[in-house]
Structure formats: structure tokens, C-alpha cells
């Protein structure tokens, strides 16, 4: 277990029989942002995360025993991609997303390479990963593609 503020969080394996509870934390943690910008559709929100899922690469947050959020590092280009971290919102606020994303930087880090992540335009998610070193690279009226160097 990993201790930030007074929130114990751990990261397991993600399987199988984890997507429908990642399917449905993506669909409502994404809504505000998709709404804002004009692209949130009930069905294709989830029917992106089902297409996409690669439980090998992803990884459940478990807070108090209890399913809280996912996150993916998959391998991509030269390094690491970061997708689909979600934290249920009622844990957000409390350093488990930091203490999360701290601990797959070490790991990436020390394979001294980098990791590229893209976010929605206006996400708060955003100045999470500007403090922990991701820069713009590029952005579109929709999303804004980040990457963090060691």
C-alpha cells in the first residue's frame, strides 16, 4: 500500500472482468469535459473504452479495498503512453492521483524514457500532469498531446 494525505491506495492488475466498471467510471468522469466541448454521446463514450481496453497494460486503483479508478501505461513509440486514468471523483482532491502517476514516473524514469498522454482541452487533469513535468507537444480544438522526458 502507498500512503498519501490519509488516503491508503494500491494498484492491482486489471483482468477481464474490470470493464465494466472501468466503462462506467470513463463515462462519468469524462462527461463534464465531453459535454463542454460539444462531443459527449451516452453510447460511444463507453463503446471507445470497451474498443480499447488492454488489461495487461492497465492497472485498478483500489482505495480502502474498493475499485476507485484505473490507469494504462502501454508501450508506445520510443517509451510509455499514458491513457485512460480515472479516479472516481468523490477520491479526487486527495493525492491519490498524484501518488499514482509519482509511481508510474519512477518506474518510467528509471527506464529512462519518456511517456506521452494526450488530455481534453480545458481538463483539470491538464495542471496535474504539468506539475509532474508534461509539456505540450501539440493540440486541437479537442485534445492536448503532452510528454514528459526522465
Do not use: K
Not at 486489471?14 to 451516452?42: H, K, N, Q, W, Y
Not at 453510447?43 to 484505473?70: K, L, N, W
Not at 518506474?107 to 506521452?116: C, F, S, Y
Request: with cysteine; net charge positive; glycine share 8%.
Amino acid at each position: 500500500m502507498h500512503v498519501r494525505t490519509t488516503q491508503a491506495w494500491a494498484l492491482r492488475p486489471a483482468t477481464s472482468a474490470d470493464l465494466d466498471d472501468i466503462v462506467e467510471l470513463r463515462a462519468v468522469v469524462m462527461r463534464p469535459d465531453l459535454v463542454r466541448l460539444g462531443r459527449f454521446d451516452e453510447h460511444r463514450v463507453r463503446q471507445r473504452m470497451r474498443d480499447s481496453y488492454v488489461p495487461e497494460h492497465t492497472s485498478v486503483i483500489v482505495v480502502d479495498g474498493r475499485f476507485a479508478g484505473c490507469v494504462t501505461l502501454r508501450p508506445y513509440e520510443d517509451g510509455w503512453c499514458l491513457e485512460s486514468f480515472f479516479l472516481d471523483a468523490a477520491l479526487q482532491g486527495r493525492g491519490i492521483g498524484s501518488g499514482v502517476l509519482r509511481h508510474l514516473l519512477a518506474r518510467t524514469d528509471a527506464e529512462g524514457v519518456p511517456v506521452r498522454l494526450n488530455v481534453l482541452q480545458g481538463s483539470a487533469a491538464r495542471r496535474l500532469y504539468g506539475r509532474h513535468g508534461f509539456v505540450t507537444e501539440r493540440e486541437d480544438p479537442v485534445d492536448v498531446f503532452m510528454i514528459r522526458r526522465p
